[in-house]
């Protein structure tokens, strides 16, 4: 006769299937939330940099208003020290071009 064995071994592809399912579905979660972290930093960068790039235009907006463009506020003043008519008690530099960069 032959014994029935009650509790037969599993087959050793579901055995390998089942290792496999443990192994891979934490690994992918974490392997998921660190690829989703990293998007999120990218796109952290990207809007830094975007931010960056529209602080940089207004203050080109700034200098040319102030120092650069043909109607600027210190070419005025300069204009009105020179013919007498301020009484400063302060000075702007000779060489304005290079103080603000």
């Not at 939330?33 to 830094?48: L, W």
């Not at 790039?53 to 043909?70: F, H, S, V, Y």
Request: aromatic share 4%; charged share 30%.
């Amino acid at each position: 006769m032959h014994s029935v064995n009650a509790n037969p071994a599993p087959a050793p592809s579901a055995v390998l299937y089942t290792e496999r399912a443990n192994w891979t579905c934490p690994n992918a979660a974490t392997a998921t939330e660190i690829y989703d972290k990293t998007v999120n930093v990218y796109d952290s960068f990207v809007q830094a940099n975007q931010s960056i790039d529209k602080a940089k235009t207004k203050m080109e907006e700034a200098k040319l208003r102030l120092q650069d463009g043909p109607g600027s506020l210190t070419k005025k003043v300069q204009k009105m020290k020179k013919l007498g008519r301020l009484n400063t008690k302060k000075e702007l530099p000779d060489d304005l071009e290079d103080d603000i960069n």
